[in-house]
């Protein structure tokens, strides 16, 4: 079964950077969306970021901070993050759906930023 490989998570100070990847581990067809959601503990996980076709869509706490891109002939999906504060420390996890309705999600990847 295809499964999302994430990196790139990890620990930063308040105002630092980090780029997230993902990448499936076999061929996924008719991706539709791709997307990055984050999730702490008691707490729904969350969209932060979504892109489809040439369109992306952000959570307005990481507008301006945050960019979605892909690379489509790979199928990865990155996310550069900048300016991080200590309130975007949660699990990240990356989400690729079809157009058949299927979703696939990454395994997570911790991000942790310090004030």
């Known amino acids: 079964q295809v499964q999302l490989v994430e990196s790139g998570g990890g620990l930063v100070q308040d105002g630092g950077s980090l780029r997230l990847s993902c990448a499936p581990s076999?061929?996924?067809?008719?991706?539709?969306?791709m997307g990055w959601y984050r999730q702490t503990p008691g707490k729904q996980r969350e969209l932060v970021a979504a892109?489809?076709?040439?369109?992306?869509n952000y959570a307005d706490s990481v507008k301006g901070r945050f960019t979605i891109s892909r690379d489509n002939g790979k199928n990865i999906v990155y996310l550069q993050m900048n300016s991080l504060k200590p309130e975007d420390t949660a699990v990240y996890y990356c989400?690729?759906?079809?157009?058949?309705?299927?979703?696939?999600w990454g395994q997570g990847t911790q991000v942790t930023v310090s004030s």
């Open positions: 989400n690729y759906k079809t157009r058949w309705g299927t979703d696939f």
């Open positions: 076999g061929n996924i067809f008719s991706i539709k969306v």
């Open positions: 892109i489809s076709g040439g369109s992306a």
